[in-house]
């Protein structure tokens, strides 16, 4: 189980930002929390592309407690591996 923060540096007011992902709901709530992310912020939840949008001082917090850095490109990856089948439906 991986949590991953990307290279994104997108202007929010003041502050830059960039995602955070994670295998799996727990692990990324888990992460939110040790690194002080309000579990509020969380986009898209229950989705495949749940994830946060978090500023870069989060962001070193969470690779200190050791999520896996990414380019915008893989985390891009990651998630359409995630997309569900559309066949199926």
């Not at 992902?21 to 709530?29: F, G, K, N, Y």
């Not at 939110?32 to 229950?46: E, N, P, T, Y």
């Not at 985390?75 to 066949?87: C, K, N, T």
Request: glycine residues 6%; proline residues 1%; contains cysteine.
């Amino acid at each position: 189980m991986t949590v991953y923060v990307d290279n994104m540096r997108a202007s929010f007011g003041r502050m830059k930002m960039c995602h955070m992902i994670a295998d799996t709901t727990e692990e990324l709530l888990a992460m939110a929390d040790r690194i002080g992310v309000q579990r509020k912020w969380l986009q898209k939840a229950g989705r495949h592309d749940e994830h946060f949008d978090i500023a870069l001082s989060k962001r070193k917090l969470a690779v200190e407690a050791g999520a896996v850095e990414v380019s915008m490109m893989d985390l891009g990856r990651i998630l359409r591996a995630r997309r569900p089948d559309r066949s199926e439906a």
